[in-house]
T-cell receptor
Framework: GAGVSQSPSNKVTEKGKDVELRCDPI?????LYWYRQSLGQGLEFLIY????????KSGLPSDRFSAERTGGSVSTLTIQRTQQEDSAVYLC?????????????FGEGSRLTVL | GNSVTQMEGPVTLSEEAFLTINCTYT??????LFWYVQYPGEGLQLLLK?????DKGSNKGFEATYRKETTSFHLEKGSVQVSDSAVYFC?????????FGKGTHLIIQP
């Protein structure tokens, strides 16, 4: 597609349920990033992929969070046993390569609400 | 590690006022610096960037100059419009992507 696509755009779930958020980057972009945007907290970096590899998972908030990327394209961010503090907008971005000093292209985000 | 500090809002101005949003950074090496903007209901998009010291980035009437001596990248615009109302994020590049500031909510009143 022309831009970074994320789904679902909105997700409301009950505490304790698992959720999956999907990101489809721009075709040909090898680097993919996940951020979390919470009110008053700005943009929190979660994880990045170079190809299918995520060398550093230390940005993930807890072991309930995991992410994978397959075929150097689509990525899924999974949150297990959701908690209310997980409520936020989850943003995905892609770029031509890691360390690229040009632009990161962002999707419109997935808004997660945990009741 | 890398960090970005920017003034937190909301910043409320009247149309045609002069705008400055301060941004300072801490980084190893020589990062590139960016301003991203998020209009209501939309995703983040790049507003401008500068890749080395003394470079000036500009777009849509906004400007920012990469000042290595003061580790700053302040965003300015001479005459703001209602359509500039948005959240503005300062960011710097690193080995694992961009580090963002917390964002500044700008409100322009007619």
């Amino acid at each position: 597609g022309a831009g970074v696509s994320q789904s679902p755009s909105n997700k409301v779930t009950e505490k304790g349920k698992d959720v999956e958020l999907r990101c489809d980057p721009i075709s040909g972009h090898t680097a993919l990033y996940w951020y979390r945007q919470s009110l008053g907290q700005g943009l929190e970096f979660l994880i990045y992929f170079q190809g299918n590899s995520a060398p550093d998972k230390s940005g993930l908030p807890s072991d309930r969070f995991s992410a994978e990327r397959t075929g150097g394209s689509v990525s899924t961010l999974t949150i297990q046993r959701t908690q209310q503090e997980d409520s936020a907008v989850y943003l995905c971005a892609s770029s031509l390569a890691l360390g690229w000093t040009g632009e990161l292209f962002f999707g419109e985000g997935s808004r997660l609400t945990v009741l | 590690g890398n960090s970005v500090t920017q003034m937190e809002g909301p910043v409320t101005l009247s149309e045609e006022a002069f705008l400055t949003i301060n941004c300072t950074y801490t980084a190893t090496g020589y990062p590139s610096l960016f301003w991203y903007v998020q209009y209501p209901g939309e995703g983040l998009q790049l507003l401008l960037k500068a890749t080395k010291a003394d470079d000036k980035g500009s777009n849509k009437g906004f400007e920012a100059t990469y000042r290595k001596e003061t580790t700053s990248f302040h965003l300015e615009k001479g005459s703001v419009q209602v359509s500039d109302s948005a959240v503005y994020f300062c960011a710097l590049s690193g080995d694992d992507g961009l580090t963002f500031g917390k964002g500044t909510h700008l409100i322009i009143q007619p």
